[in-house]
């Protein structure tokens, strides 16, 4: 059905031009009863989309800023791949104290997301210490070696408590920041995992310390380069992984 399925929306309802948006995804600016919204059109499963719906929801609800889903007439959250949400204004963080408030929005996040379950098909990065493959990762893609390295890396989280990852919050484009609150929005990439892992942000945001830094930086650095490989950009995070 494709870009059809807007008119599941409702009889005002039209695109309006194309946004940055993930690999993944064709999002669009839409014009829904007069005000501005997004559609995002993927590939994700229905399970995974409810995963994310739900999520938005309890997080809207818990007040943090994020892309609310809208639902269709007929009260669906989504209807072949094709979700809209509300918009989130403001501009990217830039300055340490920005990123800071980016650190403070990320903790309460995982505070409000303690024992979520897991998003389906994904694996923690503590799961693939045993597992290969999940979603986007298959570790027998890798370099036996450089798989080496990325488990030494996630063994350090082992045994830490679980919540609700963003998975990209160093990317200044996913988040929107006003005078008053931090959106996050782009959410392709959460799933459940350490929190350690969002944490490693420009300015050192999360003020971790030097220890702590270390095995934040170790862990995602070796998460994106088996979630990306074999790019030039993961090629480049797993020279980044201490070898052993």
Known sequence: MGWDALDQWGDDVARIERLAGGVANDV?????????????LGRRSDADLAWETDLLQHLDRGGLTVPVPIPTVDGRWFVDGLVVMTYVPGRPPETEADWRRVAETLRR????TRGWSQRPGWLSSVDLLTEAKGTKIDLTAMPSEGVARCRAAWARLDGRPACVVHGDPGNAGNVRITEDRVGLIDWDEAHVDVPALDLVLPYNGGELSGAEYDIAAQASAAWEAAVCWKDEYAVKRLAEVREL
């Not at 014009?31 to 995002?40: A, K, P, Q, S, W």
């Not at 996040?109 to 409000?112: A, D, K, P, V």
């Open 28 to 40: 669009w600016s839409v014009r829904l009863d007069g005000r501005l919204v997004v559609g995002r």
């Open 109 to 112: 996040l995982h505070r409000s």
